[in-house]
């Protein structure tokens, strides 16, 4: 219990330190943006490089890998027909899958697979599909898709040199190469870009909280439905079907089952929010879903966790 309390206390910290901000007005109307732009193209980037090329990408290659790909992959696409069947904008779309599927397991994940698990360890293939596969995969879809109010559709050319823009795609390719290939990153090198890599989650978490002050009331507006429909998603049928793939189909139980499960209860990262803020796509509704899976979250996990422990 206290492990997963303390992982949403020290979130809720820094985001209510954000909200102060916001409410005192200390960094002016573009606080949010500019924070969101700083973690979208320098920390984020930083992050994800270090993150991957510290890894031992082949130690995490398990059945661990293959229940966080499936399930993941399928609760963001329980969403797509959903916004097909409202006529949702392209962006809102987008937002919303990911929303659904993207589990916040940095923040959260690490502190609460610790306490339950004892192993911190067992996050690890869902921060590798995330890094590698969805954030430079939805990023780029944000980028390239039409309906964010552009009035253009993007050239083939611009479809093909997407990914090589995109600061996520480009830093997840190479922490893959060096962990792949066993580089070795000189100290001199390594030292400055983690020292930046620290800023990515303060600044996305300061910058979602400093989105909160005169935010309206979540799953109020336009997209109201569509947040709803994510947290269905998110709280209720992507740690049930985990939990039907990794207990029913893999025959997981024990603590790998309980793992699974976990971390697919988690939330949707705030990550969402900044990437959504960064493309200026459906902004609302991914931070609203931050707030609102989070919340929901609490007792579903307490329920996991007693339930499967």
């Not at 796509?281 to 007792?299: G, K, M, N, Q």
Request: charged share 10%; net charge positive.
């Amino acid at each position: 219990m206290a492990g997963v309390l303390e992982g949403f206390l020290v979130i809720g910290v820094v985001v209510g330190v954000g909200y102060l901000l916001g409410r005192q007005r200390v960094l002016g109307d573009q606080g949010a943006r500019v924070l969101s732009r700083t973690a979208f193209f320098v920390a984020t980037p930083a992050l994800l490089f270090t993150t991957l090329a510290h890894s031992d990408v082949r130690a995490v290659l398990s059945s661990a890998l293959v229940v966080t790909a499936v399930t993941s992959s399928l609760a963001c696409l329980l969403f797509v027909p959903v916004a097909l069947a409202r006529r949702r904008p392209a962006g809102e779309t987008v937002v919303g899958s990911m929303a659904s599927g993207y589990v916040n397991a940095g923040n959260l994940g690490i502190p609460i697979v610790t306490y339950v698990l004892g192993n911190p360890a067992a996050v690890a293939p869902v921060l590798l599909f995330q890094l590698a596969v969805l954030t430079p995969l939805f990023t780029t879809l944000m980028d390239v898709l039409p309906g964010d109010g552009r009035g253009e559709r993007p050239s083939w050319w611009r479809l093909v040199l997407a990914p090589a823009r995109n600061p996520i795609a480009v830093a997840t390719a190479l922490g893959l190469i060096v962990s792949a290939t066993g580089l070795r990153i000189p100290g001199p090198v390594a030292a400055p870009v983690e020292l930046i890599a620290d800023l990515a989650v303060p600044a996305m978490l300061l910058a979602f909280g400093i989105s909160l002050h005169g935010a309206r009331r979540p799953g109020t507006g336009d997209t109201g439905p569509s947040l709803w429909w994510v947290v269905a998603i998110k709280n209720v049928a992507h740690p049930l079907i985990a939990w039907g793939l990794a207990g029913g189909l893999l025959g997981l139980s024990g603590p790998p089952l309980l793992a699974a499960v976990v971390c697919a209860a988690l939330p949707t990262a705030q990550n969402v929010f900044g990437y959504a803020m960064r493309y200026d796509r459906a902004v609302a509704l991914a931070r609203d879903a931050s707030l609102t899976t989070t919340i929901v979250s609490v007792p579903v996990l307490l329920v996991v966790a007693a339930a499967l422990a």
